[in-house]
Nanobody
Framework: QVQLVESGGGLVQPGGSLRLSCAAS????????IGWFRQAPGKEREGVSC????????YYADSVKGRFTISRDNAKNTVYLQMNSLKPEDTAVYYC????????????WGQGTQVTVSS
C-alpha cells in the first residue's frame, strides 16, 4: 500500500522542540520532493518547508525560517522536520506530501499529526 505516515506530534510548551517524521511505505521517497504543510483550525493549509529529491535543496516559509529544519534519510525512507523555538501560532495539524505546493488532487498525502504549542 502506497502511503505516507506522519508521527512525532504532541503537546509542547512555547520555546520547546519537536521532531516530526514522515515515513513512506509502498514506494521510495528518493525520487520525490517532499513538502511539510500545516493547517490550523479555520485556516487554509499552508506550506511550511520542502526538500528536493535531487540536490537536497530546501525551502522554508518565512514564518518558520531559522527555527525549523527539514532533512531526509533515504536509507530509512523518511523525511524529518525538526521544529525548535516553537510558538503558539505553530499549533496546527502537520502533513507531509510528495509535493511542495498544494494542488488539488496532486501528490500522496499523509493523515497528519497534531502539534499543539501551549503553556
Amino acid at each position: 500500500q502506497v502511503q505516507l505516515v506522519e508521527s512525532g506530534g504532541g503537546l509542547v510548551q512555547p520555546g520547546g522542540s519537536l521532531r516530526l517524521s514522515c515515513a513512506a511505505s509502498g514506494f521510495t521517497l528518493d525520487y520525490y520532493a517532499i513538502g511539510w504543510f500545516r493547517q490550523a483550525p479555520g485556516k487554509e493549509r499552508e506550506g511550511v518547508s520542502c526538500i528536493s529529491s535531487s540536490d537536497g535543496s530546501t525551502y522554508y516559509a518565512d514564518s518558520v525560517k531559522g527555527r525549523f529544519t527539514i532533512s531526509r534519510d533515504n536509507a530509512k525512507n523518511t523525511v524529518y522536520l525538526q521544529m525548535n523555538s516553537l510558538k503558539p501560532e505553530d499549533t496546527a495539524v502537520y502533513y507531509c506530501a510528495t509535493v511542495c505546493t498544494v494542488v488539488a488532487g496532486k501528490g500522496i498525502w499523509g493523515q497528519g499529526t497534531q502539534v499543539t504549542v501551549s503553556s
